[in-house]
């Protein structure tokens, strides 16, 4: 009985380890999906080209994924209260600077972390 524990153990372990590519696919797909409603019903949030909207969508989960790791906050809007609202329009606005063809205002970052949060939570899958 220990020894078929250990064994699933191991396997559990080996899939944690490899790279789910189809995962990673997945969670792209649905950050752009998520991104693009977000664009098309926030003013002040603008994007210009699907191309931009993967780019985008690649580099938001990125950035969250950093800050989530080095501060151990879900940076969502409904992640960490207040917290994780102003984290995630923080991250929003702070995407422009690395993605030629998005644009957001300070106020289209607040609205948009707001909207992202909502259609977040109705779409399947983590996006931001």
Do not use: C, H, W
């Not at 009985?1 to 792209?28: F, S, V, Y």
């Amino acid at each position: 009985m220990a020894e078929q524990e250990r064994n699933r153990n191991e396997r559990t372990q080996g899939k944690d380890a490899g790279i789910d590519i189809g995962g990673i696919l997945i969670r792209l797909i649905v950050a752009s999906v998520v991104l693009a409603i977000t664009a098309f019903l926030t003013p002040g949030f603008r994007i210009s080209g699907i191309v931009t909207l993967v780019i985008a969508a690649a580099v938001l989960t990125l950035i969250d994924y950093l800050v989530s790791r080095v501060s151990g906050v879900n940076a969502s809007p409904f992640g960490k209260g207040i917290i994780g609202f102003i984290l995630a329009a923080i991250i929003i606005y702070a995407t422009q600077f690395f993605v030629t063809g998005f644009n957001v205002t300070i106020l289209g970052a607040l609205i948009g972390a707001l909207v992202f949060g909502i259609v977040d939570a109705i779409i399947p899958g983590r996006a931001m």
